[in-house]
């Protein structure tokens, strides 16, 4: 039986742990390289590792989604690495302001949490997203080959 992602590249933000990290395995499993996007550099390479062992390219890269800068240079690294993008998960998302950060979480009523909070999380969830979307797309285009973006909120 044929694989389905055999010789494609996949982009997955959020790929260290949940949904990104299975995605990024089944995908590997599917017969796709993979770039392994995360805030958490070292959980990115320990996803990297998984899909290494499965036989494919992976490359694991430490990115903040919400910086415009980050996700530009994310997409150039992985073109450079890979050979180009076939196909973006993302999958990167926080739940609260200090998500994966040393602490407490930000658990509180809504009348208690400030703008800048607020702010951060649709940072990451929403312009993210768009970020990601667009500098993929844009490569997309430029190499005439096609795509698919996938975007889970």
Known sequence: ??????????L?????????????????????NVFVADRHLAAAEETAASVQKLGRKAAAYQVDTSDEA?????????????????IVVAAAGISHAHYGEEGE???TFL??????????????????????????ADAMIK????????NIA
């Not at 530009?72 to 690294?77: K, L």
């Not at 190499?143 to 973006?149: E, F, L, S, T, V």
């Open 111 to 136: 009348n208690n949490k400030s703008f800048a909070n607020w702010r951060r999380v649709m940072s990451v969830n929403l312009d993210g997203v768009f970020l990601t979307d667009r500098a993929c």
């Open 1 to 10: 039986m044929a694989l389905r992602l055999e010789n494609k590249n996949a």
């Open 12 to 32: 997955i933000t959020g790929g260290a742990s949940g949904i990104g990290r299975a995605t990024a395995i089944r995908f590997a499993e599917e017969g796709a």
């Open 70 to 86: 980050q996700v530009n240079a994310m997409v150039a690294q992985m073109v450079k690495e890979l050979g180009g993008v076939n």
């Open 105 to 107: 979480a930000d658990l």
């Open 143 to 150: 190499a005439r080959n096609g795509g698919r973006i996938i």
